[in-house]
């Protein structure tokens, strides 16, 4: 834990330097998310994929994403109730957040996203995982997340989403 406290600060002191790079974390942590999910959508509308296909792949990042955020992170948080760091230290937030911190929704949804666009093209699943890191880590930058929130929260999307396409892919075969 105390090595998660550090990292959050390191992160946290960027904050109150330079106004540009505060008005671009907040950007990245409260705004990417509407890119990012448009970009989900540009990807199946141009990809060479057939509309059956492109349903399917709609259905397994759709579930997987809302399953991962609103199924195991509320579960977890069900049962471990971790506040938020500006609850619990005189921190920099720059933006508005509450409930609690541990695993992160946005981080559990969004990794989810990166994992199942990676399972049918790598290169986009790639830039979905650039874009998950950059807003995630400007969650902790902008003080409604700890350095471990996201990881556990990356850890639950990527796993919903690698059983869920694994499931559909053997299903599909019979």
Not at 103 to 127: L, T
């Amino acid at each position: 834990m105390v090595l998660d406290i550090k990292l959050f600060y390191f992160f946290n002191n960027l904050v109150d330097k330079f106004q540009i790079f505060d008005t671009l974390v907040v950007f990245f942590a409260a705004y990417l998310q509407y890119f990012f999910v448009a970009s989900f959508f540009i990807f199946l509308y141009f990809s060479a994929y057939s509309k059956r296909k492109k349903l399917y792949i709609l259905a397994v990042t759709t579930f997987s994403s809302i399953f991962a955020r609103l199924g195991v992170t509320e579960i977890i948080r069900f049962f471990y109730h971790r506040p938020r760091p500006f609850i619990t230290y005189q921190i920099h937030q720059l933006i508005p957040e509450n409930g609690w911190s541990f695993p992160s929704g946005h981080s559990a949804f969004f990794f989810a996203i990166a994992m199942s666009v990676y399972f049918y093209n790598k290169k986009w699943g790639i830039g979905f995982f650039v874009g998950a890191i950059l807003m995630n880590i400007s969650r902790i930058i902008v003080g409604v997340h700890y350095p471990s929130d996201i990881i556990g929260g990356a850890i639950v999307g990527v796993l919903v989403s690698f059983i869920v396409f694994r499931i559909t892919k053997k299903l599909s075969k019979k």
